[in-house]
């Protein structure tokens, strides 16, 4: 489970979480849905432990993250919203490296790393070098990156974000897979109709703070409306958000 | 292995790994340090075929004017391989020609000369140029020659002893000058040793740090469960054993080619034996240490990959003058002198390319002030390394 309580962090001027709290529960996919600049990056860096909020916690299956990063991290996997991909290592070696700086190591690791490159349909380029991969090819590497060290709980950043339709469906697919294996899996995403197929339950966040939450029909309840986007727009006009969003 | 050894070996292997399939960071290691000392040691083997080369019994053409009014200088110069050729005609033409370095040497003898035995010749010259500077040098000794020759002719003549008129002969022998040029090439080499040094993990140390920054894969890494300092102590060995290559690569070169260039001409001494440069691989060791420190340093504090290319490209040049500035100001190694960082690693390697005996104790001093600088250095540096900026692109 991933929880986070009255996150505050300021860049400067710039406030980009200003209390924002929620909770991501084992079995579910959790959405967290915003506005550019409405924190969600910020917030996903606060809980594996890239930054160090100002005020609030970060908890991982109970571990707060600000006390033990690493603890925290061993129980995290992430597929973080720019891949970065080492471009003179194959694709099987992106996935060893991560999962030996979990701890595996030797058959065990090179008998989850051939599972994962199965499962994600990798076996065509598992051992080419990553230079001049596909934006699909190169979401796929930093999955099996995140996933190597068999994490129980995914933050998944823009998991879809240009991919094309085949890639995007294999990634719905991994999402759904994994929530009914109940692990813990919280993502953001722009795509309105993804979220409406995915999520459980729905976070939205402006301007650092929580305006909403629940599941997509207590949501559709809240803004009386049925298109999920209009209760996003909706439900952000009524909490005052929508000016500083659209700017 | 302990967890941290072991997070530390698998970040570093995975740096060696990727760097070893990179050409830019091949390059600087493997080839670069083969350039200081083939352009050294050419210098060195051109010294030494001029050495192989008797000067004096090489042709030099002379340009002369009037020459035809002392025909016995004139034959006596053909006797000792001095050919005339037609020179100017007018007094500017051959002042111009001379200045601007298209002649050597201009012998001019005048008119008066005629059925004289006694008269003076002009020698035009500029000895602003060394090879105006050696012509002028061989004509006037030959003239010299010739003026012994007669004064010897006109004493035993008058019945006085012939060498009457020259009460001092001087006989120049040359044993220094020639081992000298071998030694001033030799000076050479500990400041591009040093530049080498700083230069051979750049590369690596902006690739990993401010590169994967830049290309978005350093916040993945940091998702893995790894210290920060590990990490940084993990890359910082890959540079150094990067910068270990090169200045191995680059002090085997030094040796091996100044050793084939000084084996070209017998007049040049030898370099200092391998041991020596092996000793010098030793004594460089803290000074890759403060050299990798320093580089990541910078790399972690740059911006961008194009802004620590810029300032570690300066950073080789820094410890690099201090040195070039004793190949001819030499500074003796005290206590004091070799606890300045960097610089007591200098003054050590130029006490051993000039093969004299290294004081222990000096290298136990120069070896822990380097080491404490970079300790204190890349303390710094894991402590930059641990801001958010670091981290995060945008």
Known sequence: MIEIKDLVKRFGTVQALDGLGFQAKDGDVTGLIGPNGAGKTTAFRIVYGLMVADSGSAWVDGVDVAQDRMAAQRNLGVLPDVRGLYPRLTAREHIRYFGELHGSSGAELEADIDELIERLGMQDFADRRAKGFSRGQELKVALGRALVHRPHNLILDEPTNGLDVMSSRAVRDLIVEMKNEGHCILISSHIMSEVSVLCDRLVIAAAGRLIAQGTPDELRDQADAQDLEEVFVRLLMKAGALQGAAA | ?394
């Open chain 2, 1 to 394: 292995m302990t967890g941290c050894l072991r997070r530390l070996w698998i970040v570093f292997a995975k740096e060696i790994r990727d760097h070893a399939r990179d050409r830019r960071s091949l390059t600087l290691a493997l080839i670069y340090p083969l350039l200081g000392p083939l352009l050294v040691a050419s210098g060195l083997y051109m010294a030494g075929q001029t050495l192989n080369t008797n000067y004096r019994e090489r042709p030099l053409e002379v340009p002369a004017v009037g020459l035809e009014n002392a025909p016995a200088l004139a034959a006596h110069l053909l006797a000792h391989n001095i050919q005339i050729i037609p020179a100017p005609g007018t007094e500017e033409e051959r002042n111009g020609e001379v200045r601007e370095g298209r002649l050597p040497v201009v012998l001019v003898v005048p008119a008066e000369a005629k059925g004289l035995d006694n008269f003076t010749v002009d020698v035009i010259t500029n000895l602003g140029r060394a090879d105006n500077l050696r012509a002028t040098a061989r004509l006037a000794e030959v003239i010299a020659i010739y003026n012994e020759n007669i004064a010897r002719a006109r004493a035993l003549a008058a019945g006085l002893p012939g060498d009457y008129a020259s009460s001092i002969k001087m006989h120049k022998i040359n044993v220094a000058r020639d081992a000298n040029i071998a030694v001033f090439f030799y000076n050479m080499m500990p400041p591009l040793i040093i530049f080498m040094i700083f230069l051979g993990g750049v590369h690596l140390a902006i690739d990993s740090t401010v590169g994967e920054r830049e290309r978005g894969a350093l916040e993945p890494l940091l998702l893995a469960p790894v210290e920060r300092w590990v990490l940084l102590l993990a890359k910082s060995g890959a540079a150094l054993a990067f910068t270990a290559v090169t200045t191995l690569v680059n002090v085997s070169a030094f040796r091996g080619f100044m050793g084939l260039a000084a084996g070209s001409a017998e007049q040049l001494t030898q370099p200092p034996s391998w041991w020596v440069f092996v000793a010098i691989i030793v004594i460089s060791l803290p000074l890759m240490t403060i050299a990798v420190a320093l580089q990541m340093s910078i790399a972690v504090i740059t911006k961008s990959m194009k802004e620590a290319q810029i300032y570690l490209g300066l950073l080789p040049l820094v410890p690099a003058l201090p040195g070039m500035v004793l190949v001819f100001q030499p500074v003796n190694p005290t206590d004091l002198t070799v606890a300045v960082p960097v610089f007591g690693q200098m003054l050590l390697i130029g006490q051993l390319v000039a093969e004299q005996t290294l004081d222990p104790r000096q290298v136990a001093i120069a070896s822990l002030s380097t080491l404490a600088a970079a300790s204190l250095i890349f303390l710094l540096a894991a402590r930059w390394f641990r801001r958010e900026k670091m981290f995060v692109l945008g």
